[in-house]
């Protein structure tokens, strides 16, 4: 009874898209990057890094919240290219993106730090004017 509760429970919560093949990652930028109004945040992380395993509940909860955000999430020695072209240094980080270009980068493990740096970059870029492809 409880994998089915377990089951039903992750499936109210919309997770966040995992990246796991550079041809994946290249659909992406070529499709969702080039939406004018949508931000995206990319959740870059390791799995044998433990600062990072707590972050992925929360970041699944802020993809549910926030649906008019793209989230990814990238293993940084999966896609390592990916991580060198966006200088992830630390671990975990979280770039927020629009239309490709780097808005904000995010080096906390805080949830709550987190989402108020998230709805503070979707509230700037929201006043500014849409650009023009």
Request: glycine fraction near 4%.
């Amino acid at each position: 009874m409880g994998s089915i509760v377990s089951s039903w429970m992750k499936s109210l919560v919309a997770p966040t898209k995992r990246v796991t093949q550079i041809s994946d990652w290249k659909v992406y930028l070529k499709k969702e990057s080039r939406k004018p109004s949508r931000l995206t945040v990319i959740y870059f992380f390791a799995s044998w890094y433990s600062r990072c395993n707590p972050l992925e509940p929360g970041l699944d909860y802020l993809a549910s919240k926030y649906t008019d955000i793209n989230f990814f999430k990238i293993d940084i020695d999966k896609l390592t290219g990916v991580a060198k072209k966006f200088q992830v240094n630390t671990l975990p980080t979280l770039v927020v993106l629009k239309q490709g270009e780097v808005v904000k980068i995010i080096d906390s493990d805080k949830i709550d730090v987190i989402e108020n740096m998230i709805k503070e970059v979707a509230e700037t870029e929201a006043s500014k004017p849409a650009a023009t492809n």
